[in-house]
């Protein structure tokens, strides 16, 4: 009986020892306090927004626990006369989301790179922010570090609850899997990303909502939820595929909120199925993705469960150390400039 206890009691030392810490605050100063991270949350997450708008500097901190599979992250734009600087980074010890991350330009970086390197990329910038994303005639911004290169970030999503709109973001950043155009789509949404290697290359003027791309003659099957709500037989619903998103994905996971089993079906680039993008749009931890070519072949997701597909290209997602802005940046940054 004593032995009993003594196992009981140790695995409860053990597993509170094993939950991660990490700092965790929300406003314009930085952390001092820390939180428990939950089971399914096995990483700490540090977000920053950096605002210049001369002479003044602003920066405002988002810290907490998160879900493994996000890569690091940075981005900066333009917004009006303001210039936005945001990064995010991961990492998997305990209290190791402190300070900001490198990415994040201080002044004496400024000084430095504007005045003496001579290889940093001119780039378009917009924001659907300012509805500057709608003008032909975008602005053009100097990108900062010479990893930069020109970005075109675009989302459309339907909640059911408000009108299917669009954020869309050009500027400079450092993002992941971004050779090749990655893109989503299902019934809820469409996400496209884009990156390029000249200057001003980022100059699609394309609106995805009033004029979407072409459909390329797949059909996959679409949904977003658990195999009881969302995802359920009765729930999937069929999405006809467009642009590069020639591949049918499922993808399942640990949601990053409510820590349950989640599953993904719709389109995507072959790009986007060997990246971390589908942990990044739909908050997701510990993914498996499965992509397949053929109409309606996203059918594997039996009980909750992926059932791997020789036919197939199928991976474990873990921690990409690059770079994408995620939903919930986006939010923020709505957020902080509404």
């Known amino acids: ?13 053990v597993t509170d020892v094993a ?11 930085d952390c001092r306090d820390t939180e428990t991270c939950k ?17 003044k500097i ?14 690091n992250n940075s981005i900066s734009h333009l917004l009006g006369h303001r210039l936005v600087f945001l990064a995010e980074e991961h990492c998997e010890t305990d209290l190791c989301n402190s ?6 330009p201080r002044v004496r970086d400024m000084i430095r790179i504007r005045g003496h390197n001579e290889n940093l990329l001119n780039c378009y910038s917009c924001t659907a922010a300012d509805n500057t994303c709608n003008n032909p005639s975008f602005t053009q911004m100097r990108c ?12 459309l999503t339907d909640t059911g609850e408000l009108p299917k709109d669009q954020e869309r973001i050009k ?33 699609d003027v394309q609106d995805y909502k009033r004029a979407p791309l072409p459909l390329n003659g797949v059909t996959c099957h679409s949904c977003e939820g658990n195999a009881t709500h969302g995802c359920a037989p009765d729930n999937i619903t069929t999405v006809q595929c467009r642009g590069p998103m020639a591949k049918c994905l499922e993808a399942s996971g640990i949601h990053g909120i409510s820590g349950n089993y989640s599953i993904v079906k719709g389109c995507a680039s072959p790009s986007w199925c060997n990246s971390p993008y589908t942990s990044i749009y739909k908050n997701l931890g510990s993914v498996e993705t499965h992509c397949c070519t053929g109409d309606l072949c996203n059918s594997l997701i039996i009980d909750g469960k992926l059932k791997p597909s020789p036919r197939s290209q199928a991976n474990h997602l873990t921690l990409a150390h690059h770079a994408i802005m995620s939903t919930g940046l986006l939010l923020f940054i709505v957020f902080l400039l509404s």
Not at 2 to 12: A, D, K, M
Not at 144 to 155: E, G, K, L, T, V
């Open 1 to 13: 009986m004593n032995c009993f206890w003594t196992g009981v009691l140790f695995s409860l030392v």
């Open 19 to 29: 939950a991660l810490q990490c700092y965790s605050c929300k406003g314009n100063s």
């Open 39 to 55: 089971e399914h949350q096995q990483m700490c997450r540090t977000t920053v927004m950096t605002i210049i708008s001369r002479p």
């Open 58 to 71: 602003s920066t405002y901190f988002l810290k907490g626990c998160d879900v493994s599979g996000k890569p």
């Open 99 to 104: 300070g900001i991350p490198k990415e994040v």
């Open 144 to 155: 900062f570090w010479p990893q930069d290169r020109c970005i075109d970030i675009a989302s």
């Open 171 to 203: 500027g400079c950043g450092q993002l992941s899997h971004c050779q090749d155009a990655l893109g989503f789509q299902n019934h809820k949404s469409f996400h496209m990303v884009k990156c390029c290697n000249s200057s001003l290359c980022n100059n």
